[in-house]
């Protein structure tokens, strides 16, 4: 009887496949997942540019994590902005509108030579990505069939690595080229022309979102019910589609329009499935992921080796996230989201404590640079990847695919945006901090810290967060919290 229940259902969810038009969805994700790649290059160029940031800026160590977390600040303000104005305004306008600022950031980054414009226009730079980042897997959501919705939005944090594994390809390209990162190209510094590189995929982003449609989701809370079902009818069918502007109207409040206030619960400030987002929104940062990949080289230098292996470890890195977001994509639909953020903690921690340990055992030289044998820094090496591959096997993309599809459609701009700013908040401390806590607690401390909350954040998991698989958006609705 149960087997023949799951045959029932697996041919159900087969026919309903069918009527999908796979190639508007694939077109759709393509181009909305440009924004992860940007987002993921912004955030990987600066890694190799801050021997060039303090040079041209005679900058200290805060003053460098000022520089580099400024784009961070910029993130969590556009991650918080950007829901309210997608429901307002559309998540396609908002997606031209942030890449626009990518391309304006990058060209003004890489030209200027004053450091409060720059440290601006990177903070406008990272509204742009802090948009990208809530909005990007969040469209996606609202136009996949919930069969394969997760490994849809999987394909963001496969974007996001790609980017910043392109971005690390370039660096390392441009300072071999120049002889290092401070050499020049064609009359430039080669960590300029790193951040003016960006501009290329920005004006490509630009361009592609012409193509795509509006979510139908943001459609029907707008009264444009006939252009939704338009949009629904070319996605999955005539009689689905206007099945799903029933469903979709039902789920929105009759008297009011998605407002920010809609997050809030009595007694406990947010409704729980908020509070449930903040959770890993805040964890995926606190596990200290971006100093591996804003941080690499400078991690790596201060672990005892050149920049040229810095660079390349980066490449390495970045590699091996991709091919752990594969995994991710192959079973996010089929075991879960919670399954694999739980088995992700777990690896996190045991990995980023043996990195803590490699740390602890290597010696400071009259530089202050740490030191290690070949031993111990091929254990760092290793746990380090092995740190990766949890990571981006689990926290990494499916963060954003529960973001993206767990809230209610009533709610979904405004906890995004609650979400949004705590990520990239808590992104902004760790990056902040990273360079003072390395130089004044020591490298192996910092990552103690780093062990702990991958930890934590296993129990947290286990308590807290619902199972998402499978759910259409509209069924969300139950987990609200009134």
Not at 99 to 117: D, M, R
Not at 147 to 157: K, N, Y
Not at 310 to 331: D, K, P, Q, W
Not at 441 to 449: D, K, R, S
Request: aromatic share 10%.
């Amino acid at each position: 009887m149960h087997d023949g229940q799951k045959n029932r259902e697996r041919h159900m969810a087969g026919t309903q496949q069918d009527r999908v038009n796979m190639a508007l969805v694939g077109a759709i994700v393509a181009v909305a997942t440009i924004g992860g790649l940007l987002f993921g290059y912004d955030s990987g160029a600066v890694n190799g540019t801050q021997a060039g940031l303090k040079a041209a800026f005679a900058l200290d160590d805060n003053g460098l994590g000022f520089t580099v977390g400024s784009l961070l600040a910029g993130c969590a303000a556009g991650a918080f902005l950007a829901g309210r104005l997608a429901d307002r305004f559309g998540r396609k306008r908002i997606m031209m509108l942030a890449a626009l600022l990518f391309l304006v950031g990058a060209l003004v980054q890489g030209l200027t030579g004053n450091h409060t414009l720059f440290v601006v226009f990177r903070f406008l730079g990272g509204i742009a990505v802090g948009a990208a980042s809530v909005l990007s897997p969040a469209y996606i959501s609202e136009v996949a069939p919930a069969a394969i919705r997760g490994r849809l939005t999987s394909v963001q944090q496969v974007m996001i690595i790609t980017g910043l594994t392109l971005a690390f390809v370039v660096n390392y390209v441009l300072a071999q080229q120049a002889g290092d990162s401070l050499g020049t190209i064609a009359g430039f510094p080669a960590w300029r022309w790193m951040y003016l590189a960006q501009a290329v995929p920005a004006v490509v982003f630009l361009v592609a979102l012409q193509f795509i449609p509006e979510s139908p989701r943001y459609l029907v809370s707008s009264g444009r019910e006939d252009e939704a079902q338009a949009v629904l009818t070319r996605l999955f069918g005539e009689a689905e589609a206007a099945r799903k502007v029933a469903e979709i109207r039902a789920s929105f409040a009759t008297d009011h329009r998605p407002r920010l206030a809609d997050v809030l619960a009595p007694g406990t400030v947010l409704r729980p499935i908020v509070w449930a987002g903040l959770i890993i929104a805040l964890f995926q940062q606190f596990v200290g992921i971006n100093v591996i990949f804003y941080y690499g080289e400078t991690l790596w230098k201060l672990a005892g080796v050149s920049e040229k292996a810095a660079l390349e470890r980066n490449i390495i890195s970045g590699l091996v996230s991709i091919a752990a977001c594969f995994v991710t994509m192959a079973l996010v639909d089929k075991v879960g989201r919670k399954p694999l953020l739980l088995i992700g903690s777990a690896g996190m921690t045991l990995a980023l404590g043996a990195m803590s340990w490699a740390f602890s055992q290597g010696t400071l030289d009259a530089a202050g640079a740490l030191q290690m044998d070949q031993q111990l820094g091929f254990i760092a090496v290793i746990a380090a990847n092995i740190y990766v591959i949890f990571f981006n096997m689990s926290w990494g993309p499916v963060m954003w695919v529960m973001l993206g599809e767990m809230f209610p459609n009533q709610l979904r701009g405004s906890a995004l945006a609650v979400c949004g700013l705590a990520q990239w908040g808590a992104n902004y401390a760790v990056v902040q901090s990273f360079p003072a806590m390395a130089s004044g607690l020591g490298l192996a401390e910092t990552y103690v810290l780093y062990t702990g909350s991958a930890f934590i954040s296993f129990w947290l998991v286990k308590a807290f967060l619902p199972e998402t698989r499978g759910k259409e958006l509209e069924q969300m609705e139950g987990w609200g919290g009134h």
